[in-house]
């Protein structure tokens, strides 16, 4: 008796985490294969699915009553990708689907076109390529404003390359470039077809390191410490992470480039470390806010003053008000109060203690500077923020924020969130107005956050013609990241983040989940009462609905996540290794 072909089916239904087997008919044997995209019954309806894997009925299923696949819809994943996507499911604690359908095309297509690999009558030569190409793939640390067009073009010519950046709009910029450069290219997702048939360059967004190409030589992330590499919902997988997976299962090289790499980066890179020497930062000064007289009324500095006042520069103010850390500062010599074992700013509690909302250090209300127990809460005014702006600078201010459509070029002065950094199209002046609220704030990743910033408004006045600089207004001019950029050597920086997060078993050098909904208390505490998975990883509970998992490695915190048994009627989401917590 002949064995019987059985097709496993991932469901395209939201909320369905399960695999089912379905036969596969004799008229379908030939186009049922791993990847594609396929309609089967489910629970009395006929709905899309992919196919993950071919081969024999689960154990213990009566061939009977196992339904078959109805058609075959069209082209989904491959082989490969699935196999990606299984390894992901592990490591984010997330569900096949989602992965899976970020590989898979937004309509149905059922053939591609021919491979695309254009001859190359030039050779395009880079040394900074040439030296990671010796190392099989590293790290290359690049200056904000570097013309990418040239490294990747040689790059290119080494073989078929994915390469994915935090924007739409710098992909469109590149994707033209490399196509004068006689490349043949596809923007991911709107050319799947033309990336799954073969093309020399497919680019796109983070969605762009999940694209079912057959052949490609090297993975190039741009921007790799860039947080919209990162997906926000679960399962929140990073482009980067994804791309170091692939091209390793692949043969690959893997190549990341940054102004500022992410200590996660820079522990996978090791040595293989290169440093592209063309381009330069603009200047970078600390404007120390514990000179001010109103240090702790007002965020308008003498500099800043000074800057609004040169009618010829073009000056962006930035204050993220969103996610302020609460900074408290001591009354007598105005330093901010910060934990001494992970630098974060403490919050007073009662009259009496001070908490570390990062690490959940304590301490008595003493400053670790002057010994003084007086404290002020700063209040830097927000409200009246773009009035004294205007009254500063004698002439109009533009308030930009994450609603703003259109921006008033005509303008030269503007005030906003981070999304003043992408809606004004230049600058000669970038001013961070409280750069210590981002700094300070309770999360592992809160320089990372600030270098993303930085970068931004490195670009944004790196084409300025008359002195372009960033100021940096604070109350820790001697933070170890702040003082780094301004001399242009992060190294000693690099050294205590890392010596930092090791201690505290933060990503890379560990494993946090953020737990949610409802159970969450729940299912923390039954973590904890296990003789099993409390020696494995540590709990927090926040509410009744938020808490923390922390384990020594991903692969530790995933066995747990998915063998520790769910509370009755909980719904709980992870979001591993989020990027803001």
Known sequence: MPSVRVARVVPDVTGVDKIFDYLVPETLVETVRVGVRVRVPLHGRN???????????????????????????????????VDLAVWATK?????MRSFISTAAPETLINSVPSARYMPRAVQYASDTFDKIRDFGGGLITVAPLTNLAPFISAVACDGPTIVVMPTQHRVKLLAAALRANNFSVAQWPQDWALAYGGVDVVIGTRSAVWAPVEKFSNIVVVDEHDDLLQEERSPTWHARDVAIERSSRAGARCILLSPIASMSARKWAGDRRVVDSQGQWPEVLIVDRNSDEQWSRSLISSELIA????????????????????????GSCRNILRCEKCDAALNQTDKTRLDCPRCGESRPVICQVCGSSSCAVLKPGVARLREELEAAANRSVFEVTASTETVNERCNV????EAVLHRVQNADTVVFLDIDSELLAPRYRANEIVATLVVHAARLVGRSTQSPRILLQTHTPDNAFLVGLKIGDLSQYFVSDE???????FPPFGSIAQVSGKGTKAFLDSLNESLEYSAAVQ???????????????????????????RPAKSRLTFHVDPPRV
């Open 47 to 81: 709905v899309a699915g992919w196919v993950v894997e071919i081969g024999e009925p689960s154990v213990g299923l009566e061939i009977k009553k196992i339904k078959s696949v109805i058609k075959v819809l069209g082209l989904g994943a491959t082989a490969e990708i």
């Open 91 to 95: 490591r984010w604690a997330g569900r």
């Open 307 to 330: 800057e609004l006042r040169d009618k010829s520069r073009r000056v962006v103010c930035v204050l993220n008000s969103k996610g302020r850390a609460r900074l408290t500062a001591c």
């Open 414 to 417: 503007f005030v906003g969130t």
């Open 499 to 505: 010596a930092r997060r090791s201690l505290l078993k």
């Open 539 to 565: 709990t927090m509970n926040k509410d009744t609905e938020n808490g923390l998992i922390r384990a020594e490695s991903w692969q530790q915190l995933s066995d747990v996540l998915m063998s520790a048994k």
